[in-house]
Nanobody, 123 residues
Framework: VQLQASGGGLVQAGGSLRLSCAAS????????MGWFRQAPGKEREFVAG????????YYADSVKGRFTISRDNAKNTVFLQMNSLKPEDTAVYYC?????????????????WGQGTLVTVSS
């Protein structure tokens, strides 16, 4: 599986962005998907995960109620809608895929990673 993340950019605090992650391959619908982020000088952290069918999602406490993960298996794409953005959301955002239906909150659980897209939130 190859992943291509896009949609990052510069936004003011309180604004919104929608990230997309396009996946290659025919088996996208059988992968659990996740979004992670890494801020300068910090470790990569889990943001959100979604099961293969899209019926179950999970969020880090820091983004709960502001971010929404979703997927379109017909288009091999997973999304991250980010609202009410804060300066502390500034990071490179990565999408990741793992075989099997379940998402995971640990980076080590994922086999495939996109190249990352930079999100910068100004105060």
């Amino acid at each position: 599986v190859q992943l291509q993340a896009s949609g990052g950019g510069l936004v003011q605090a309180g604004g919104s962005l929608r990230l997309s992650c396009a996946a290659s391959g025919r088996t996208f619908s059988s992968y659990g998907m996740g979004w992670f982020r890494q801020a300068p000088g910090k470790e990569r952290e889990f943001v959100a995960g979604i099961r293969c069918g899209g019926t179950s999602t999970y969020y880090a406490d820091s983004v709960k109620g502001r971010f929404t993960i979703s997927r379109d298996n017909a288009k091999n794409t997973v999304f991250l809608q980010m609202n009410s953005l804060k300066p502390e959301d500034t990071a490179v955002y990565y999408c990741a895929a793992r075989p099997g239906c379940y998402y995971g909150s640990s980076a080590g659980m994922y086999d495939y990673w996109g190249q990352g897209t930079l999100v910068t939130v100004s105060s």
